[in-house]
């Protein structure tokens, strides 16, 4: 782990453990914020992620929630023990995206390679797919990948995401995916 992901990971623990301070964090451990995605084809539409975190004020699930009109008029749930970093739809097909960035999702997800974990939407439920299946099209970052409730911020633009990728704070492969970056821990 070099340097600089230390120093995030440190930083990311410290701000996590202020959540219950600042009223950012209910009495279950979860977080909910409000986020305008863009898709590829140029729509806007909004998501509600939520996130559980553990004792040690670490994410464990994602959920996103949202309304898409071409796979009918009722919310669409993905929820899994990743951080999400896409959400968008190719040639038809609804995609997410997320990252096994922890030891446990790493380990839970199988050890992939890259460190990235692909589900389409198929007949009405998520499939897991192989990394070699999620279009290269759709790898920029549209989601945000952190906890916005630690931040204060309940809703977040697409003004706001595309500001932080912008960013030399973020590593590349939170950016935009990379089949070369996969987490590295001991067996």
Known sequence: MNLTTLFRRVTFGLMLAAVPLVGGCSDNNIITWTEDVKLLDGRVITVTQKRRIDMKRMPREAWLTFKLPEFGD??????????????NIYQGKLYVVGDADTVSAFKQYGRPSPS?????YDNGQWVRIPFSEIPEEIYDTNMYFENMALYGLRHVSVE??????KEDTYMPHYKRIDPSWTLRIPN
Not at 80 to 85: D, K, S, W
Not at 116 to 120: A, L, M
């Open 74 to 87: 009722k919310e669409l749930v993905w929820h899994e023990g990743l951080e999400t970093q896409v959400l």
């Open 160 to 165: 706001h995401k595309e500001g932080m990728l």
């Open 116 to 120: 990235y974990v692909g589900f389409r």
